[in-house]
C-alpha cells in the first residue's frame, strides 16, 4: 500500500472525482479521505472494497488486485492508456514477419478502422434474432490497433491486426474468462464503414460451448483526441439488452449472416463450411448517409 496515495490521487484525476463526492460516495469524513491522500492512514478492508466497487462502476472490470498492480497496467484499467509492455506480450507470441507487416499496415491503414461501430450477429441462445455488439478501435502507443467489445455485463479487452485482405480482431473479458475471436473483410483503399467477416466464441452459459457464426460491423461515430471521453461514450451506448427489436434488421442482412451449410445444402451446390466470401463481402467504403468526421464535407451520390 505505499503506492495507495499516489494511486488515489490519480484515481480521483481519472474519473474527475472530487475528495469531496468520493467520502460522501464511500460514507466518510473528508479527512479520512484527505488522510489516505497523505500517506497517514491506509483504508480497512472494508473501505477499500467499497472504493473499487466505486471505481469499477465507472471503469469496468477493476479490481481489487489492480491496487497492486506495475504502474502502466494500473494506469492503463483507469483508461489511460494501453499498459507499456502490451507490445513484448504480442511478439512473445507473432511471428516476427507478420509483427512487422501488422504494425507497417497499421501505421498507414489504421485510421481506417478507427471509430466507434456496432456489430449485428445471431443471437446464440435466441433462435432467429439478432444481437448487437459495441465495438470501438483505436490506435494504441505500441503501434496497434486496441479492441474493446461490449455486450451486456462483458467487456472484450484485446487487439486488432489489419493485413492485406483482412482485419483480424480478438479480445477477452476479465469477468468471464471468456476469449472472442474474429476475422473481418478489409476495405482496400478506403476508411472502412462496413466490415463482415466471422466470429468464434462460446456461449456463456450450458458449458462454454464453442460457437462460430457470420457477423456484419457498421461504423456508427468517430473518436476524439480525449480518450477517457471515448472510453465513456462507448460504455454509455453498450445497451442492457443488446437483443436486435424485432423486424429492425434488413432481409438482406438477415440472408447474409444466416445460411445453409453442410451435407444438404452441399448437395444442392451450396457451402459444406461456414465462410464470407470476399466475392460477396458487403464490407465496404463511406456512401451518401455514412456518418463522417466533424468538419468533412458529405459525400454526393
Not at 4 to 18: D, E, G
Not at 161 to 188: K, R, S, Y
Not at 248 to 256: G, T
Request: proline share 7%; aromatic share 8%.
Amino acid at each position: 500500500m505505499d503506492r495507495f496515495p499516489s494511486r488515489l490521487l490519480l484515481t480521483l484525476k481519472a474519473l474527475s472525482i472530487s475528495r469531496g463526492r468520493l467520502a460522501v460516495e464511500l460514507a466518510v469524513d473528508k479527512s479520512v479521505i484527505s488522510r489516505w491522500l497523505s500517506g497517514r492512514q491506509s483504508p480497512s478492508g472494508e473501505n477499500l472494497a467499497n472504493l473499487t466497487s466505486i471505481v469499477a462502476a465507472r471503469r469496468p472490470g477493476f479490481s481489487l488486485l489492480d491496487w497492486e498492480e506495475a504502474d502502466d497496467t494500473f494506469a492503463a484499467k483507469l483508461g489511460l492508456g494501453q499498459p507499456a509492455d502490451a507490445a513484448g506480450v504480442l511478439e512473445t507470441w507473432l511471428p516476427a514477419g507478420v509483427l512487422a507487416e501488422a504494425r507497417a499496415l497499421t501505421a498507414s491503414r489504421g485510421e481506417a478502422y478507427e471509430g466507434f461501430w456496432r456489430t449485428t450477429r445471431p443471437a446464440i441462445t435466441q433462435r432467429g434474432q439478432f444481437i448487437h455488439d459495441q465495438v470501438m478501435i483505436r490506435k494504441a502507443a505500441n503501434g496497434f490497433l486496441s479492441f474493446r467489445l461490449g455486450v451486456q455485463d462483458m467487456r472484450f479487452e484485446g487487439w486488432a491486426f489489419p493485413t492485406q485482405a483482412q482485419l483480424f480482431a480478438f479480445g477477452a473479458d476479465e469477468l468471464t474468462g471468456m476469449f472472442i475471436f474474429v476475422i473481418f473483410n478489409a476495405v482496400l483503399r478506403n476508411r472502412a464503414h462496413v466490415l463482415d467477416g466471422l466470429s468464434l466464441t462460446c456461449q456463456r452459459v450450458g458449458g462454454g460451448m464453442p460457437v462460430a457464426g457470420a457477423v456484419l460491423m457498421e461504423r456508427v461515430g468517430y473518436l476524439t483526441a480525449d480518450t477517457v471521453a471515448d472510453t465513456a461514450q462507448h460504455e454509455a451506448s453498450i445497451p442492457r439488452n443488446p437483443l436486435a427489436p424485432e423486424g429492425s434488421v434488413p432481409d438482406e442482412i438477415r440472408r447474409h449472416l444466416l445460411y445453409d451449410i453442410g451435407p444438404t445444402a452441399m448437395a444442392a451446390g451450396g457451402p459444406a463450411l461456414l465462410s464470407m466470401p470476399f466475392a460477396t463481402s458487403l464490407s465496404r467504403g463511406p456512401q451518401p448517409g455514412d456518418p463522417l468526421p466533424p468538419g468533412e464535407p458529405p459525400i454526393l451520390a
